[in-house]
């Protein structure tokens, strides 16, 4: 960037991919019941992907509200930037679980925790960032052989059973719920990372694309490689083979976090380049709308999205087709892209983000 204040709108763009693509995945993972059907594997493909970029994209609005306070050796305004992120954190902490009844496998709650801890780390290094990162996933992969991932759910209803006790709330919450601090505050840590990168830099962005690309292509392909000779050769293990080398969010292990870290650069840094390539573009404008209005849209396909067929049909778990979940995702998708167009042509910020901007300062 030749100006280090310049806001780039690819974060901003990316973001907005985030959120459809979590609105595509989560309406599937409430609404279809697992089936074998090709369009219910193709959304299966975007599990964990979408919600790990929302996750990376934190890190780097994280780091850049620090970077900037530090540059200017300010650090009272340093100070203020931490106490900010913490308030904040608590914020999303709260709205995140207010809803838990509609919606348990909310991302918000986990996303508190992972900005609080995070700041712990904003003055790392960026070789220490990828070191710790890397750390983490590896003892997380470790870790996994010493504890039952399966403690406390019902997979035939997707229910965690005892998250209303104290041990079995901090068990979900760090080990082995939706989006667990460990191995999930990796993906912060790898955004703290990616805010440091000049991605107005076109050297600098095309080699972070190229690497980002080929690292996952490498560790995609040798999951692939590894479980269907592994399979082969132990068919009554392909079940476990597929969790422990596989690319699925659950559990999060070491194949699944490294694609998706890589997959989740790439699409930052590609995203950059769309909004620098063509900033007068609607669709661009429209999509850095939808994500400088991430939360609002993100808690609006829960509490109107999800509610609202619940209120039409009655009921919501398992009720609807593959096929209709998905043309349903797409209608929605394209109502909060237009509603965030248009919100943002009268007003600064989205409603929740005003709201939470007016509680935490």
Known sequence: MTEKTQRIYGFDFARGLAIIGMVIVNFKVVMVAETDAFLYQMVELLSGKAAALFVVLAGVGMTLMYQSAKRKKDFEKIREVKLSLLKRAAFLFVV????????????????????????????????????????????????LSFFNYETGWDWHILEYTDFFTLHGFF??????????????????????WVGRINFNDAKQRKRVTIVSLIVFIVFKGNSMFLVEKLSSLTPSEALDIEYLFGTTPMPPLFFYMITAT????????????????????????????????????????????????????????????????????????????????????????????????????
Not at 176 to 185: A, D, I, Q, R, S
């Open 262 to 361: 890589s997959l989740a650069v790439l699409i930052i840094s590609v995203s950059v380049y769309i909004t620098n390539k063509f900033p007068h573009s609607l669709f661009v404008k429209q999509m850095i709308s939808t994500g400088q209005l991430a939360l609002s849209n993100y808690f609006f396909h829960v509490v109107i999205g999800m509610l609202f067929l619940e209120l039409l049909y009655g009921k919501l778990e398992y009720a609807f087709s593959i096929e209709f979940t998905v043309v349903y995702a797409i209608l929605f998708s394209v109502l909060i892209v237009v509603f965030s167009h248009l919100w943002r042509k009268k007003f600064k910020q989205g409603p929740l983000e005003y709201l939470m901007r007016k509680i935490t300062g």
């Open 96 to 143: 995140g679980l207010s809803y838990y009844f509609i919606w348990p496998a909310d991302i918000l709650h986990y996303y508190g925790l992972y900005l609080s801890i995070g700041i712990l780390f904003l003055p790392l290094s960026r070789k220490w960032l990828l070191i710790t990162s890397l750390l983490i996933i590896i003892g997380y992969t470790v870790l």
């Open 171 to 192: 068990r979900n919450l760090f080990l082995n719920g939706f989006h667990p601090v460990l191995p999930w505050l990796a993906f912060l840590l790898t955004g703290i």
